[in-house]
């Protein structure tokens, strides 16, 4: 789709089609849709990315408490939102064995213990050997550091699904 039918959606069918681009949080894209009109790609990306900057640090947490854990229950269970279940998939995340499935669950548990929140990363910018990796490299990091390291991969996540839906290279 193109930045013109982008900007002439109603409030219905903005939120229905950019309700998910960042992870269950239609209410972003309610409020995105109130600085139409959009110039391109990089101008609604930027109205997603001020909206999330803006929030209180509750609210950037409770953003990255909406993201599944990586490989989790919810994957196992079909339980993932369509993009997440593309994203996850395509990482080869339902395919990990029994051994990398329960040192990616550990860490995840350390993760979710030490921050609040779930380990979120753009995981369609990297293998799924990646994801242990930088949860042990990020378990290490300040509670303050981490929270931008994961608002950060949010807006990745956010960056690759706009593209998607307006048909352009990431």
């Given at each position: 789709?193109?930045?013109?039918?982008?900007?002439?959606?109603?409030?219905?069918e903005f939120v229905d089609v950019f309700g998910?681009?960042?992870?269950?949080?239609?209410l972003i894209a309610a409020a995105v849709w109130s600085k139409r009109p959009f110039s391109d790609l990089g101008d609604l990306e930027k109205h997603f990315f001020a909206f999330i900057d803006g929030l209180p640090l509750s609210g950037q947490e409770g953003v990255l408490r909406c993201h599944p854990e990586l490989a989790g229950r919810e994957l196992q269970w079909g339980r993932l939102?369509?993009?997440?279940?593309?994203?996850?998939?395509?990482?080869?995340?339902?395919?990990?064995?029994?051994?990398?499935r329960l040192r990616l669950t550990e860490l995840t548990a350390q993760y979710r213990a030490r921050f609040g929140f779930p380990f979120v990363l753009a995981v369609r910018l990297s293998d799924p050997a990646a994801a242990p990796r930088e949860l042990s490299r990020r378990l290490r990091c300040p509670p303050a550091q981490e929270l931008r390291t994961a608002l950060g991969e949010v807006k990745k996540i956010c960056h690759l699904r706009l593209a998607d839906l307006l048909g352009e290279q990431p």
């Amino acid at each position: 789709m193109d930045i013109e039918k982008v900007n002439s959606m109603d409030f219905g069918e903005f939120v229905d089609v950019f309700g998910n681009v960042i992870e269950r949080c239609p209410l972003i894209a309610a409020a995105v849709w109130s600085k139409r009109p959009f110039s391109d790609l990089g101008d609604l990306e930027k109205h997603f990315f001020a909206f999330i900057d803006g929030l209180p640090l509750s609210g950037q947490e409770g953003v990255l408490r909406c993201h599944p854990e990586l490989a989790g229950r919810e994957l196992q269970w079909g339980r993932l939102t369509a993009e997440s279940q593309r994203e996850q998939r395509a990482a080869g995340l339902q395919n990990l064995g029994a051994a990398e499935r329960l040192r990616l669950t550990e860490l995840t548990a350390q993760y979710r213990a030490r921050f609040g929140f779930p380990f979120v990363l753009a995981v369609r910018l990297s293998d799924p050997a990646a994801a242990p990796r930088e949860l042990s490299r990020r378990l290490r990091c300040p509670p303050a550091q981490e929270l931008r390291t994961a608002l950060g991969e949010v807006k990745k996540i956010c960056h690759l699904r706009l593209a998607d839906l307006l048909g352009e290279q990431p």
